[in-house]
């Protein structure tokens, strides 16, 4: 109809997937050091800071040592990145064709971000587990590292030496994580756009600065649960969940809830800044080129 105000355009649900998996896979290989280093001091009972932490690595184990676990890692983001912003993003365009184009209000956007990381980090718990492993076998003796090859050979031999339920060894914890780094990253995302919208130009920029909103949010939100959730991970066979919680608290105290603040802020907030980046650009790339 003449004068009808043009429809507004979205992107196919399932290149939503993709571009999210995509964009979270890129930011990975660029910052996979950073988690390994975090993983290794929420291993660890001691006060070292992140940049021992990594001297150690390097020097017992190689420059190349800081990307172990890599393959677990783009699995992951494979898995978990391309399912929860996969459907964050379809909620949040459902929830606007639905109430006439009006943007979901903060609330509403945890609530997508809780519904769309608790599926994303089910499907993605056994790359998790994966992952947890493989960053941590460096820190064992020798005779006690699991040496897994590679994602696949870490998956196939946890199934045939444990059972194939322990692919999903702290699905709980892993689960509660996803609903909190979710509800504070995506929402907090979300509404920091919209707050900077006219002051910080569009582009990179604007994304940039939501992000680093984002990612200090989450981190300070989502620590307590990822320390919990490595720990169990990487329990010993047959050591209940409770135990580990009870010895963590009992042996290290309450603040050891937030060890390895630095590497875990370091290693999340260039993390969501670079998967938002990516995914604005595939997104601007889609609607400009079809």
Not at 16 to 27: E, P, T, V
Not at 222 to 243: H, Y
Request: with cysteine; aromatic share 10%.
């Amino acid at each position: 109809m003449a004068g009808a105000p043009p429809k507004e355009r979205y992107i196919p649900n399932g290149l939503k997937f993709a571009f999210g998996g995509l964009a979270g896979m890129a930011a990975t290989c660029v910052v996979q050091p950073l988690d390994l280093i975090k993983t290794r001091m929420q291993l660890s009972g001691s006060g070292r800071t992140s940049f021992a932490v990594a001297g150690e690595i390097v020097a017992r184990e190689g420059f190349f040592s800081l990307y172990t676990g890599l393959s677990a890692g783009l699995l992951r983001q494979a898995t978990y990145t391309t399912t929860r912003l996969g459907i964050y993003n379809l909620l949040f365009d459902a929830y606007k064709e639905r109430n006439a184009g009006a943007t979901p209000g903060f609330a509403m956007k945890m609530f997508l971000g809780v519904a769309a990381g608790s599926v994303g980090a089910f499907v993605g718990t056994p790359a998790e587990v994966a992952l947890i492993r493989m960053t941590a076998d460096g820190r064992l003796p020798k005779e006690q590292r699991r040496n897994y090859k590679n994602v696949m050979d870490a998956l196939i031999r946890i199934v045939r030496e444990e059972g194939v339920l322990k692919l999903w060894r702290g699905a709980t914890p892993t689960v509660g994580r996803a609903m909190v780094v979710n509800a504070a990253q995506l929402s907090t995302y979300s509404q920091a756009r919209e707050v900077f919208v006219g002051y910080v130009p569009d582009g990179i920029p604007l994304h940039f600065c939501a992000s680093m909103v984002s990612g200090l949010v989450t981190t300070i939100a989502s620590m307590p649960v990822d320390i919990i959730k490595t720990r169990i991970q990487n329990a010993a066979k047959g050591q209940s969940q409770l135990s580990v919680v009870t010895s963590l608290l009992k042996d290290e105290g309450v603040l050891s809830l937030w060890k390895g603040f630095l590497p875990y802020y370091a290693r999340l907030g260039p993390h969501t800044v670079l998967t938002f980046i990516f995914l604005e650009q595939m997104n601007s790339a889609y609607f400009k080129y079809t």
